[in-house]
C-alpha cells in the first residue's frame, strides 16, 4: 500500500507568477484535501476534491484551484502568487462514504514566493 | 465554521512524565476529533482519533478523552521517551463533508 506523495517537494516562485502542485492519493482512497501550513501554524483547509468535483472550500481566494483526476489524483493551482502564499501545501487522501475518517497526508510541498 | 483551541503551544517535560494537550471546539455538530504528531519536514500523522460517542480512548502510552457537553477534549501521553518529541495538532470534523479543522499546534519537548 503506498501512501500519499507530493511533488515537487520545493518550490521558489516570483510574486506574479503561477504554480502547479500535484499530489497522488493513498492506494484505495476516492478523496483528496489540501490545505495550507504556514510556518508555526496549523494546517488550514483550501478545499477538498471527491469524484473530480470540488466537496467543500475554505476561506481562500479564488486564484486556488483544483482539480482531481479519474485516478484520484489531483493538482492544486495558484495563481497570481503574492508573498503570503508562501507555506508548506499539504495533501490528504482519505475514503468517503465510510466511517474511516482518518486522513493520510503527504509529506507536502514548500513553497517560497520571492 | 467550526473554531479549535489548543493550548499550551510549547510543552517541556522530562523523560518518564507525562504530557496532556488540552483543546476546545466551537461547532457542536462536530463528532470526530483526531489527534497528529508533525515531525519536522513531515505531513502530520493520526496517532489517535476519538468520535463523539465514545469519552475516552487509549492505545498503549496515548490516550484522549472527550467532553462534549463542555466542548473540550485532551491527549494524554504517559512515560513520554525522546521520540515524542514533535509537534501535536488537535482537530474536528464538521461539515457535511470531512472538511478538518486543526489546532494550532503544541510543541512537545522531552528531556532525556
Known amino acids: 500500500e503506498t501512501g500519499v506523495t507530493q511533488s515537487p517537494t520545493h518550490l521558489i516562485k516570483t510574486r506574479g507568477q503561477q504554480v502547479t502542485l500535484r499530489c497522488s492519493s493513498q492506494?484505495?482512497?476516492?478523496?483528496v484535501s489540501w490545505y495550507q501550513q504556514a510556518l508555526g501554524q496549523g494546517p488550514q483547509f483550501i478545499f477538498q476534491y471527491y469524484r473530480e468535483e470540488e466537496n467543500g472550500r475554505g476561506n481562500f481566494p479564488p486564484r486556488f484551484s483544483g482539480l482531481q483526476f479519474p485516478n484520484y489524483s489531483s493538482e492544486l493551482n495558484v495563481n497570481a502568487l503574492e508573498l503570503d502564499d508562501s507555506a508548506l501545501y499539504l495533501c490528504?487522501?482519505?475514503?468517503?462514504?465510510?466511517?474511516?475518517?482518518?486522513?493520510?497526508f503527504g509529506s507536502g510541498t514548500r513553497l517560497t514566493v520571492v | 465554521g467550526e473554531n479549535v483551541e489548543q493550548h499550551p503551544s510549547t510543552l517541556s517535560v522530562q523523560e518518564g512524565d507525562s504530557a496532556v494537550i488540552k483543546c476546545t471546539y466551537s461547532?457542536?455538530?462536530?463528532?470526530?476529533f483526531p489527534w497528529y504528531k508533525q515531525e519536522l519536514g513531515k505531513g502530520p500523522q493520526l496517532i489517535i482519533d476519538?468520535?463523539?460517542?465514545?469519552g475516552e480512548k487509549k492505545d498503549q502510552r496515548i490516550a484522549v478523552t472527550l467532553n462534549k457537553t463542555a466542548k473540550h477534549f485532551s491527549l494524554h501521553i504517559t512515560e513520554t521517551q525522546p521520540e515524542d518529541s514533535a509537534v501535536y495538532f488537535c482537530?474536528?470534523?464538521?461539515?457535511?463533508?470531512?472538511?478538518?479543522?486543526f489546532g494550532t499546534g503544541t510543541k512537545l519537548q522531552v528531556i532525556p
Open positions: 492506494s484505495g482512497h476516492n478523496t
Open positions: 476519538i468520535r463523539s460517542n465514545v
Open positions: 490528504a487522501s482519505s475514503l468517503e462514504g465510510t466511517l474511516n475518517y482518518g486522513y493520510t
Open positions: 461547532d457542536s455538530a462536530s463528532n470526530y
Open positions: 482537530a474536528a470534523l464538521s461539515g457535511g463533508y470531512q472538511k478538518v479543522t
